[in-house]
């Protein structure tokens, strides 16, 4: 049974950080594509960013680039979205979602950023 | 970006009968590699959304043939032969041919 646990979320203050984990279980990992999606009310659902299955390659949507950075650990079956200089605009439920053959979605994890 | 723009955005059907929703993309979806990689998701209230179909036309696993999915270059549509309880929700269409991958901005199908 496909497993995504995914933790870190929470409430910080605009310019503050947080370090968004998933850790996955029930599939070969290190031979997905990893990816981090958020979804709010406002703006729907939005990809994020991507990491190709070695790490090497890394792709952030331009609201997030030079904030954001995806990374992964196939050691450990986790993927990693570090997440600075939060704003107001970045509050949504972060989804963890593997692409492979098939797709998974974690229950995805609340990231608010209010003053 | 590339735009995808559903409708409609609201649908109200009555159980066992038809219904449909349409997906057009602000530019073509065929990769360089002859590939074409159009999917639809469906989200639940209160849960994470799920993929039907990938690649324009494939049913995933265990998702039941009364879904199909069809079109090409900019137009898709996702089909479904008699609608039951289970299939209200958001329907997302979504492409990742071209980053950032991006989705349509849903369409709500509810009980008429």
């Known amino acids: 049974e496909v497993q995504l646990v995914e933790s870190g979320g929470g409430l910080v203050r605009p310019g503050e950080s947080l370090r968004l984990s998933c850790v996955a279980s029930g599939f070969t990992f290190k031979n997905f594509w990893m990816n981090w999606v958020r979804q709010t009310p406002g703006k729907g659902l939005e990809w994020v960013a991507h990491i190709i299955p070695d790490g090497t390659v890394t792709f952030h949507v331009d609201s997030v680039k030079g904030r954001f950075a995806i990374s992964r650990d196939n050691a450990r079956n986790s993927v990693y979205l570090q997440m600075n200089n939060l704003g107001p605009e970045d509050t949504a439920v972060y989804y963890c979602v593997p692409w492979g053959h098939d797709v998974y979605w974690g229950q995805g994890i609340l990231a608010t950023v209010s003053s | 970006d590339v735009v995808l723009t559903q409708s409609p955005l609201s649908l109200p059907v009555t159980l066992g009968q038809p219904a449909s929703i349409s997906c057009r993309s602000s530019q073509g979806l065929v990769s360089s590699d002859g590939n074409t990689y159009f999917h639809w998701f469906h989200q639940r209230p209160g849960q994470s959304p799920r993929r039907l179909i990938y690649m324009v036309s494939n049913r995933d696993s265990g998702v039941p043939d009364r879904f199909s999915g069809s079109g090409s270059g900019t137009d898709f549509t996702l089909k479904i032969s008699r609608v039951e309880a289970e299939d209200l929700g958001v329907y997302y269409c979504?492409?990742?041919?071209?980053?950032?991958?991006?989705f349509g901005q849903g369409t709500k199908l509810e009980i008429k």
């Open positions: 979504m492409q990742h041919t071209h980053w950032p991958f991006t």
